[in-house]
């Protein structure tokens, strides 16, 4: 029962419509009281966040070293498949740049070189 409210509310999030979604809400607890089923709101609420936390760690994402490198960083990733609306700053990353999206990373950066070095040392 849960993941079927959970879906719809979700469903209902992604029209961008805010009436539309504010009703569904309201109409849910609604349905819910009326059931007897008003505890499961906390749990609705957890796997609606479990959801969000799932999309925005799966997002597209490019990190540079620099705010320097942002543009030709954003452009090479593009050009790789992976579009981000802007460049994050990740000062581990030493110098160049890393995108990620669904599960494919390129890794253009000093860190990834030098710890590919360290490996082969002690390896």
């Known amino acids: ?14 029209l961008a419509d805010a009436p539309a ?4 809400v309201h109409k849910l ?4 009281r009326s059931a007897g089923r008003l505890r499961m709101l906390p749990q609705i609420v957890r796997e609606l966040r479990k959801i ?7 997002r597209p994402r490019v ?11 954003l452009a090479a990733a593009a050009a790789r498949g992976i ?3 802007r460049a994050l700053v990740n000062p581990a990353l030493i110098s ?7 599960g ?16 082969n040392i002690i390896a």
Do not use: C, F, N
Not at 67 to 72: L, V
Not at 105 to 119: E, F, G, H, N, P
């Open 21 to 24: 979604a504010d009703s569904a």
């Open 104 to 119: 494919i990373l390129v890794d253009r950066s000093t860190k990834r070189a030098l710890v590919d070095i360290y490996q």
């Open 63 to 73: 990190e540079v070293a620099h705010e320097k490198e942002a543009t030709s960083a």
């Open 83 to 85: 579009e981000a609306p």
């Open 29 to 32: 607890i609604l349905h819910l």
């Open 1 to 14: 029962m849960i993941d079927t409210y959970t879906r719809m509310l979700e469903t209902v999030a992604e």
């Open 96 to 102: 160049g740049w890393r995108a990620q999206k669904a």
């Open 52 to 58: 969000a936390a799932r999309k925005h760690a799966l």
